[in-house]
T-cell receptor
Framework: QKEVEQDPGPLSVPEGAIVSLNCTYSNSAFQYFMWYRQYSRKGPELLMYTYSSGNKEDGRFTAQVDKSSKYISLFIRDSQPSDSATYLCAHTSGGTSYGKLTFGQGTILTVHP | DAGVIQSPRHEVTEMGQEVTLRCKPISGHNSLFWYRQTMMRGLELLIYFNNNVPIDDSGMPEDRFSAKMPNASFSTLKIQPSEPRDSAVYFC?????????????FGNGTRLTVT
C-alpha cells in the first residue's frame, strides 16, 4: 500500500463548479498536510497547509483534514479556468524536516469556460 | 526574489553519458532538496541538505547518483553513467529552515531525457 493515495483523475468541470480533491494516507505519524498546485512545465507551489484536523479556509480554497479516517480534502469554490493544473497532496511527519515530503500522485484538473 | 533557479531546463543525452544538474537556492534558505518526478512514481525525494551538509540521501536510487552542495548558493546532482530509466523531471527546492512551517519553494525543474 502506498503511503499516500490520490485519484489521478483527470477531472474536468465547468467554470463556477465546486471541485473536491481527495487523498488518503496510511502513516499516523504524518502531522503536517499540504496541497500543492503544479502548472504545466512548472514546479509545484504551496497552496495550503494544515497541522491539525479540521478545516482551513483561504479565499476560494478550503483544506479539510480528518486524522481519524486518514483522509484529507481540498475544495475549490467558484472554480476558474486558471485553476486548471495538477493538484498534489503532501504530508510530512514534521519534527525533523518539514521539507521531507511524501506526495500523492496528483490529480489533473481542467476547468473549462 | 528570483526564486530557485535550475539549469539546464532541458537535457537530452545518450545512455552512458554523465549528466550534471544545477541548482541555485533562494538566498538565505539553508535547506535544499532534490526531488524527481515521473509519471509512474510521482514526486520522490532524492536527497536533502541542511547548511550545506547532506542529511538524508536514502532516496538516491543508486550509486550512479551523487549530489553536492559546496556552498550555500549552489548544488549539483550528478548521474554517471546515465540510463534511459533516469528520464524524469528533476526539481530542486529550498526552504529557510529545516524545522517549522516554512513552505518549500520549488524551481521549475530540469527535464532529463536519456536515449
Amino acid at each position: 500500500q502506498k503511503e499516500v493515495e490520490q485519484d489521478p483523475g483527470p477531472l474536468s468541470v465547468p467554470e463556477g463548479a465546486i471541485v473536491s480533491l481527495n487523498c488518503t494516507y496510511s502513516n499516523s505519524a504524518f502531522q503536517y498536510f499540504m496541497w500543492y498546485r503544479q502548472y504545466s512545465r512548472k514546479g509545484p507551489e504551496l497552496l495550503m497547509y494544515t497541522y491539525s484536523s479540521g478545516n482551513k479556509e483561504d479565499g476560494r480554497f478550503t483544506a479539510q483534514v480528518d486524522k481519524s479516517s486518514k483522509y484529507i480534502s481540498l475544495f475549490i469554490r467558484d472554480s476558474q479556468p486558471s485553476d486548471s493544473a495538477t493538484y498534489l497532496c503532501a504530508h510530512t511527519s514534521g519534527g525533523t524536516s518539514y521539507g521531507k515530503l511524501t506526495f500523492g500522485q496528483g490529480t489533473i484538473l481542467t476547468v473549462h469556460p | 526574489d528570483a526564486g530557485v533557479i535550475q539549469s539546464p531546463r532541458h537535457e537530452v543525452t545518450e545512455m552512458g553519458q554523465e549528466v550534471t544538474l544545477r541548482c541555485k537556492p533562494i538566498s538565505g534558505h539553508n535547506s535544499l532538496f532534490w526531488y524527481r518526478q515521473t509519471m509512474m512514481r510521482g514526486l520522490e525525494l532524492l536527497i536533502y541538505f541542511n547548511n550545506n551538509v547532506p542529511i538524508d540521501d536514502s532516496g538516491m536510487p543508486e550509486d550512479r547518483f551523487s549530489a553536492k552542495m559546496p556552498n550555500a548558493s549552489f548544488s549539483t546532482l550528478k548521474i554517471q553513467p546515465s540510463e534511459p530509466r533516469d528520464s524524469a523531471v528533476y526539481f530542486c527546492a529550498s526552504t529557510p529552515e529545516e524545522k517549522g512551517n516554512s513552505p518549500l519553494h520549488f524551481g521549475n525543474g530540469t527535464r532529463l531525457t536519456v536515449t
